[in-house]
């Protein structure tokens, strides 16, 4: 750790820098955020990540570590951003040095632990789950994490569905707990289990574009073709550039024609 800069050299570890107070900039090259500090830039992080703008998100934290290194959220915000992108060698890593400055942070321990079980890390990855439930007063992510990381590694249902239903009691707005419950069954393919949350979710945010798009990948994994293609355009109509969305729209659009091919043969 050299003149206490941490900066990664490749990938997405370039966005993740913990430079001391940024130097002003000259007044043409002022960046959109001349009047956050680091709170704004967390909260900032915060709204971005609840949009699936992960690599926005990413920047916004790591600009609140460059104010002030020590802020467990901005820590834990730029972890849940990398695992979010697939990235779990980053994250267990980030996890590191972040658990270096706050030993016994629970949100940090989860954080940690979940990394290692997505990536396949499983038993020590739960050993990070139960100490960070060791830790006074687990939060509501230490919970959702749990929970995330029981599903992966495909343990009874029940204990999944126990973590998930603490996480939204202790949730300061629940629909968000709601999402990232929604998401976790999608990626285990759990679709009937994954909708109701997602619905959930939609009542108390109609336009978000994340919540949006993966209730259409559920309703399009229970064959509901229609139902996605509305979901999915909704997404895009919250967030015109939203990739994963457009793409999807294409591919329900494209499945549901061939059907029809099919009909008419």
Known sequence: MTGGVL???EGRFSKVELETVPRA??????????NLDEHGCVRMGDDEFQQGL??????????????????????????RCLICLGEYPEAVTWSDRALERFKNNGD???????SLVLRGDVME??????????????????????????????QPEPNVNRCFLKAIELAATAWEV?????????????YAR??????????????NPLALYHLGLAFEGLG???????????????RRSFTEALTALERVRKRGFFATLRGKG
Not at 108 to 114: D, F, I, T, V
Not at 224 to 238: E, L, M, P
């Open 7 to 9: 900066m990664a050299n």
């Open 54 to 79: 992960y690599d926005s998100a990413l920047t916004s934290y790591s600009r609140a570590l460059r104010f002030n290194r020590n802020l467990p959220s901005a820590w834990v915000g730029q972890i």
């Open 224 to 238: 509901d073709k229609r139902g996605a293609a509305g979901y999915y355009q909704r997404a895009i109509t919250a």
């Open 25 to 34: 900039a000259p007044a043409q090259e002022q960046d959109a955020w001349p």
């Open 194 to 207: 994954s909708q109701p949350h997602l619905l959930s979710a939609i009542q108390k945010a109609p336009t």
């Open 125 to 154: 990855g739960m050993e990070y789950m139960d100490g960070a439930l060791e830790q006074r007063s687990a939060t509501a992510w230490v919970w959702l994490a749990r929970g995330e990381a029981l599903l992966a590694a495909r």
């Open 178 to 190: 709601e999402l990232r419950v929604g998401m976790a069954y999608n990626r285990a393919k759990l």
């Open 108 to 114: 940090l321990l989860a954080c940690k632990g979940l």
